[in-house]
Every structure is written in C-alpha cells, then in structure tokens.
C-alpha cells in the first residue's frame, strides 16, 4: 500500500493524549514512527486551531475526525465548523449513543443521521457512520447495520467500516466494503485474532483477516483513507502502530 493512503487513528493512543503537551510529542512520534495522516479522537481538551498548528508542523494531515454523537445529532454546525478549522472533510458517528433496541430504534436513528448528513453535506463535508459489534444484532431479515445504511442516503451518510467489529459481529468485512460501493470512504484496518481461544485486537498482519481481499475490496468501493486503529494493545501502542504501518507497505 502506499504510505500517502494510511492514517493512524489517534483513539489507539488515548492515554497519551491527556493534555496539550502529551498531544503535541505524540504527534511528533506518530510522524516519526512514518505516518501523514491522521484520524482525530480519544484527545483531552485542546484548542481547535492550536490543534491544526500542531499538526502542521508536524506535516501531518487531519483525514478524518470523531466527534460525540449528541453534538452530530444536536449541534451539527459545531462540527462543520471544527472540520473547516482542521481542513478536514470527513467525520465520523462514533457509537449508537440513543442506545437502539429495537428496529424502529435503529430506524429513528437513522432519521437523524439523514438530517444531520445532509447539514454536513450542504458544507460540503461528509459524515460516515462508524459500525461496532452491537449493530449486528438481526431484526428479522436485516441487522441493524443494515437498517442504518438502508433507511439512510448515500448523499448524506458514507461508511466507516471496522473491520474487526464486522467479523465479531458474524460479518465478513470483504463483504461489507462491496456492499458499500461508493459508500466507504474510510476503513478502519483493525485486525481480528484469536489468543487463548479469546477474540482479541491485534497488529494488523498478525491475525486472521484476509487483508488482501479487504483491501482490494475496499480500493474498488472508493476507499480514500486506510486508517489504523487499535483499541487495547498488547504492547507499546507506538509500537503496534508501527507494525502495522510496516506491515501494510510492505505486503498489501
């Protein structure tokens, strides 16, 4: 893969990310370890615009944010304008944060995924929809990932598929990044693997997803940004990303 296409998910360094200081020697380690890119989550509290400097010192680009799901739902604006701070384009809905049940639940959240997309569309930015297991529980014949993607535009929700939590969930990534043709925008590389007869969060390369597939799945839906991410690592989370930064150029 090429370096320019992959982006490390800050989430993965959450815990050294606390203050400004700490965010602004990771960033320098994030560029250092051979990254340009990155997605913006799991930070304390900074200025927006002190943030951007930061990052472009370091020549780092912003591809992608999280933000909570009640600002998307209840204060869009706020988030078109942190986006046009970063120069960004693209954010992401983290987690069904109205707690869905039901399929009328998932429905009415999709409802206001439409409303708020299309907020960030008419700024000409994008909002994804970024899945986690919970979102593969079946309704009938759909899961809730499923409703969400049906009931919502394209115009005004993409994807952002976690690769691990499709395959905890019973889902086939490759599958998901072609049912998101022209949809998926971003794509968490997040690998899934077995220890002790245990699902766990791996480097990516280390585990059991057939990568090659997903990445060329992927690239053919219209993939812009690979993004690197690793909730609980086993080693350093420098290091993990490392690896899996290696990994990528030099075997997919």
């Not at 010192?57 to 933000?67: K, N, R, S, V």
């Amino acid at each position: 893969m090429r370096r320019k296409h992959i982006a490390a998910q800050l989430y993965t360094l959450r815990d050294f990310l606390k203050t400004p200081e700490d965010i602004a020697t990771s960033l320098k380690k994030v560029k250092k370890i051979g990254f340009d890119a990155v997605q913006i989550s799991g930070l304390g509290p900074i200025d927006t615009a002190e943030l951007r400097k930061m990052l472009d010192g370091e020549g780092l680009t912003c591809c992608a944010t999280h933000e909570s799901g009640q600002m998307i739902f209840d204060q869009p604006e706020k988030v078109v304008e942190k986006l046009n701070l970063l120069g960004c384009k693209y954010t992401a809905y983290p987690w069904p944060h109205t707690s869905p049940k039901t399929e009328e639940d998932y429905k009415q959240l999709a409802a206001a995924l439409n409303k708020s997309g299309k907020v960030l569309r008419d700024a000409g930015q994008v909002l994804t929809y970024h899945n986690h297991g919970i979102e593969f529980e079946r309704f009938g014949k759909k899961t809730g990932l499923e409703i969400i993607y049906d009931e919502t535009s394209p115009e005004y929700l993409q994807g952002e598929i976690d690769t691990y939590w499709v395959q905890f969930g019973g889902g086939n990534p490759v599958e998901w990044c072609r049912r998101l043709e022209n949809r998926l925008p971003l794509l968490h590389l997040k690998e899934y693997g077995i220890i002790e007869s245990q699902p766990k969060m791996l480097e990516v390369g280390s585990g059991n997803l057939d990568w090659g597939k997903i990445v060329r799945a992927a690239r053919k839906s219209g993939t812009e940004w690979f993004i690197v991410e690793q909730d609980v690592c086993r080693i350093d989370p420098f290091d993990s990303l490392k690896m899996s930064l290696e990994y990528l150029i030099k075997e997919i």
